[in-house]
């Protein structure tokens, strides 16, 4: 938000780096703690996406 203009917030893009990092470490050890296959789970994800918009026109 801060990147977009929304919040202020110094050196914002400089801090956006390691935000996302932050939040994809996060998300892997979530995943390896319940077991859950992320690629297998991204994949699903994309694919149901792709079908989504291939059957919308």
Known sequence: MA???RR???GAREKLG???AD???S???LADRYGV???AE???M???IERHLTNRG
């Open 3 to 5: 990147v977009d203009g």
């Open 8 to 10: 202020e917030i110094d």
């Open 18 to 20: 390691h935000e996302l």
């Open 23 to 25: 939040c994809l470490w």
């Open 27 to 29: 998300v892997l050890v």
């Open 37 to 39: 296959d992320l690629p």
């Open 42 to 44: 991204f994949t699903a």
């Open 46 to 48: 994309t694919d149901g």
